[in-house]
């Protein structure tokens, strides 16, 4: 096999190994690609991406507002969305209104800020997705009603329809 000159000055020059420095160990010691920094635990589940699937992917939500799904095997990304966009302190000021929850049938429901979405978790294909006015508190997703009941700051309360999105009812349970 024949190198070029070049080729072996520029192999040279690429470092032999890359390391953490001193003064940011014990801050954030691991580093997920393209994704940000789980914002919580609940944010963050072991989910089959289809009911036949033998092996469990990993779901989480991050700081960025970034979905992701991640073969717990060796870390690799399967796939990932960007739900919105921002600086990464934008971003965690609207982390605190979002939500990640397991659905059925290998899927997977967001909250952020007032956007609800439905997501395919084998691939990460968005199914259906619907946005509010309100800013999110938290949901819930009632698999055999076949709703997700979302719980706004301004105490309104929905339910959307697990199969397309659609307001199914709402109601009013605080002042706000």
Known sequence: ???????????????????VYKDE???TDYHIPLLGTVISPLNT????PTASSPASLLYSLTNRLVLGAIHPRDG??????????GSVTETE????HTALRKGSDGNV???????????DAGNGKKVWGNRFLEKTKDLIV?????????AFMNG???????????VKWETQVGEG
């Open 25 to 27: 160990a014990f801050h």
């Open 156 to 166: 309104l309360v929905r339910g959307l329809t697990l199969d397309r999105g659609d």
């Open 45 to 48: 589940f072991f989910h089959r």
């Open 142 to 150: 009632l698999d055999k009603e076949g709703v997700v009941v979302v």
């Open 76 to 85: 690799s990304i399967v796939w990932r969305q960007q739900l919105a966009t």
């Open 1 to 19: 096999m024949r190198f070029l000159p070049g080729l072996s000055i520029l192999l040279a020059a690429v470092p032999q190994a890359i390391a």
């Open 93 to 96: 000021a609207v982390s605190s």
């Open 109 to 119: 429901v967001t909250a952020v800020a007032g956007n609800i979405a439905l997501w």
